[in-house]
């Protein structure tokens, strides 16, 4: 596949994406990327992961899990915010919470308009446009904040769904924050069976994926003081064809 038409930064990681069906990027590298690696511009940035809203729509009855989101229509450089909705994803990819149109409070408009938003998307948007061979592919785009707590002696579950896929064509994953927490290890499988894993531990570093052929899972988090908060802060923002 012939990758000169992809510019800028992303031009790096289409390659690896395009051979393994993911790349992991380490934060210097990935922050550098989508103009992130001003300190208190990130700072600003993650602080909104302060202000979450509790996850009331988890059946296995965990209270671990706050959540904000946003919808859009991405195009080339282009990302517009939808109209507020539910989320919603089939029970064939996540069995735990699937079939169930979830309501989750509004990502702030102050957040998703913040220069670091808006390079994320110019960042990983035309990259998969790309990749599936059309510069102009509209697609849906999810944003998702999570913030996971480790409360007391209790696990917090990234993804209490196990391994699976998230039912989209493209899927970004950064770590904003972690703290007093030890695990959170990502598992990696693709197509053929080959595992890979790793610990996001530095703010910005990330993994971006194809979801058509990738499945991912994080193991739980603990506190590593049990008397203090532990939480591990992510961004997910998925794309799939309109």
């Known amino acids: 596949m012939d990758f000169s038409a992809i510019a800028g930064p ?3 990681l289409a390659q690896q ?12 590298d990935f922050r550098a990327m989508a103009h992130a690696a001003d300190p208190g511009e990130f ?9 979450l809203a509790q996850d009331e729509y988890m059946a296995d009855g965990g209270r671990y899990r706050r959540r904000r989101y946003a919808a859009f229509t991405f195009q080339g450089a282009q990302a517009l915010r939808k109209a507020h909705q539910p989320h919603f994803q089939s029970i064939d990819y996540n069995p735990l919470n699937g079939d169930t149109q979830r309501w989750f409070a509004p990502a702030t408009d102050a957040l998703v308009d913040l220069p670091i938003t808006r390079n994320l998307f110019a960042l990983c948007t035309p990259l998969f446009s790309a990749l599936d061979g059309d510069p102009e592919q509209r697609w849906d785009g999810e944003f998702h904040q999570f913030r996971i707590e480790a ?3 209790e696990a917090g579950q990234p993804t209490p769904e196990g391994m699976h ?18 695990a959170g290890t990502t598992h990696i499988i693709d197509e053929a069976g080959r595992r ?5 531990v530095t703010p910005g570093e990330a993994v971006l994926l194809d979801d058509r052929r990738i499945r991912h899972g994080v193991t739980a988090i603990h ?9 591990r802060d992510v961004l997910v923002v998925t794309w799939r064809r309109d």
Request: glycine share 10%.
């Open 10 to 12: 992303g031009a790096g």
């Open 17 to 28: 994406l395009a051979d393994k069906g993911y790349v992991h990027v380490d934060a210097a």
């Open 43 to 51: 700072a600003r940035f993650a602080a909104s992961w302060d202000d």
């Open 151 to 153: 409360l007391g002696g």
């Open 165 to 182: 896929r998230d039912g989209v064509d493209w899927v970004l994953v950064m770590l904003v924050d972690r703290r007093n927490v030890e």
């Open 196 to 200: 890979d894993s790793f610990t996001l």
């Open 223 to 231: 506190a590593l003081d049990p008397a203090l908060s532990a939480c």
